[in-house]
């Protein structure tokens, strides 16, 4: 198989390392997840991660309580750094060369993130993964993935989720929701498809960066995507308005 994209950035969700626990990390999930990277990055292609931190904390669920809302995202920050340093470790026993990168001060953990330090690293064919966010408050990780994304120039994003794609609708809950193939970022944010929030779909839209949206929990999807198979999931550009499937 051969990939039509040299240098993509991952979003995973703090979630996807989860498993099936209802808190915290799963460090078997965590080995699925650094070997399906392992199979993608073994292609030559440069990868970079921004992990959520969902499954530890997050700053506007109930678990923040009363706090203050800046306070409590600079927690969410920190639940950040733990998830990439298990994926780190993760990749690492595989054998892939991996650097993590914070956008707050934890030099005891990982580097601090530096843009042409990171370039360099991908070129160098290290999987980096950026942690903290975009190191304020305020700013969710969706948002990190797509500064980070445009700041490293990668070809796409792909957004890991638990479902095949974009619907109409939430498709657990309606059946007769629809599949889109493709669709366009005004269309998202027209619709209110809550796949990355707005300021970072407008980001992506505004650089013409591909937001690719697939299901992370089937093996072998994402290598599919890397080689132009994007039956697994939906597209997100700038181009002709939304298609669905069949």
Request: charged content about 25%; overall charge neutral; hydrophobic content about 45%.
């Amino acid at each position: 198989m051969k990939p039509v994209f040299n240098r993509i950035l991952l979003k995973l969700s703090g979630e996807a390392l989860m498993g099936g626990e209802s808190y915290g990390i799963d460090t078997k999930v965590a080995e699925e997840v650094a070997r399906e990277i392992k199979a993608v990055h073994d292609l030559g292609v440069e990868v970079a991660i921004v992990v959520g931190g969902g499954n530890i904390f997050r700053g506007v669920s109930k678990s923040a309580g009363n706090m203050d809302r800046a306070a409590a995202d600079y927690i969410g920050m920190l639940a950040t750094v733990m998830n990439a340093v298990v994926l780190q470790d993760a990749l690492e026993k595989l054998g892939v060369y991996t650097r993590a990168m914070s956008a707050i001060d934890i030099p005891q953990l990982a580097e601090p993130f530096i843009r042409r330090r990171a370039i360099r690293h991908l070129e160098k064919k290290r999987v980096v993964i950026f942690a903290a966010g975009t190191g304020n408050p305020y700013f969710t990780t969706d948002s990190a993935a797509a500064l980070r994304a445009c700041e490293l120039g990668v070809d796409v994003i792909f957004k890991a989720t638990k479902v095949d794609g974009i619907y109409s609708a939430d498709p657990k809950i309606f059946l007769e929701a629809e599949k889109f193939d493709k669709i366009t970022y005004q269309e998202v944010l027209e619709k209110r498809l809550r796949i990355m929030d707005a300021s970072a779909i407008s980001l992506c839209m505004d650089n013409d960066l591909p937001i690719m949206v697939f299901n992370m929990t089937q093996p072998g999807n994402i290598i599919k995507a890397v080689c132009g198979d994007l039956t697994v999931g939906t597209l997100v550009t700038l181009g002709d308005t939304a298609t669905t499937a069949g």
